[in-house]
């Protein structure tokens, strides 16, 4: 597992409260009992951790499973630092 889908599997585990071996990527992250409200704090939690926005609308509309979230994240810009 990358650094970065180990970050997000940890991320998933903390907000879901689920073991992180449930965690894999082709986990259903409604099968780990998330709805639309957890899935938007897990993408919020990802953000903040690896400071890159990753979502647009019809992004977060496409997550279904933690390899989704894990390939945002791989492609996620990374967020300007304020001076």
Known sequence: MTDTAHKVAVIVSREL???????????????LGADKPAI???????????????????????IRTIADLIAIANVAAPRAIAA
């Open 17 to 31: 409260r689920v073991d992180l071996d449930r965690c894999t990527p082709d986990a259903v992250l409604e099968s």
């Open 40 to 62: 938007a704090g897990i993408v919020v939690d990802i953000e903040d951790e690896l400071n890159a926005a990753i979502c647009s609308d019809a992004t977060f509309e496409a």
